[in-house]
């Protein structure tokens, strides 16, 4: 059974940095894309950063481009999410999600939570102003 399972989530003041891991058990990590999401309280899920099997793919949402970097170990079967000049409106609880499809990198459901079928328990995110 494969498990997603993030971690590094905290209390940060707005400026400062922290780093993501989602770590895979199981499965076949390395031949599948990977996605982040948050979603802060009463709002929907949202796209945060994606990446393909290899790397070579990678996507932001705006609100995060510039700032936010998504990368992959997959010799550690893990995603990582670099957040650097936080800000308070960042503060949710982000979510790691597989891809659906062996090495599919489309790109017209890329930011639909729809289009993953595995999501990891979430880690909280708290930027202070």
């Known amino acids: 059974q494969v498990q997603l399972v993030e971690s590094g989530g905290g209390l940060v003041q707005a400026g400062g940095s922290l780093r993501l891991s989602c770590a895979a058990s199981?499965?076949?990590?390395?031949?599948?894309?990977m996605g982040w999401f948050r979603q802060a309280p009463g709002k929907e899920r949202e796209f945060v950063a994606a990446?393909?099997?290899?790397?070579?793919?990678?996507y932001y949402a705006d609100s995060v481009k510039g700032r936010f970097t998504v990368s992959r170990d997959n010799a550690k079967n893990t995603v990582y999410l670099q957040m650097n000049s936080l800000k308070p409106e960042d503060t949710a609880v982000y979510y790691c999600?597989?891809?659906?499809?062996?090495?599919?990198?489309?790109?017209?459901?890329?930011?639909?939570?729809?289009?993953?079928?595995?999501w990891g328990q979430g880690t909280q995110v708290t930027v202070s102003s």
């Open positions: 199981g499965g076949t990590f390395n031949m599948f894309g």
């Open positions: 990446i393909n099997w290899s790397s070579s793919g990678i």
């Open positions: 999600a597989r891809r659906k499809g062996r090495y599919y990198d489309g790109s017209s459901s890329r930011e639909n939570p729809s289009a993953y079928d595995l």
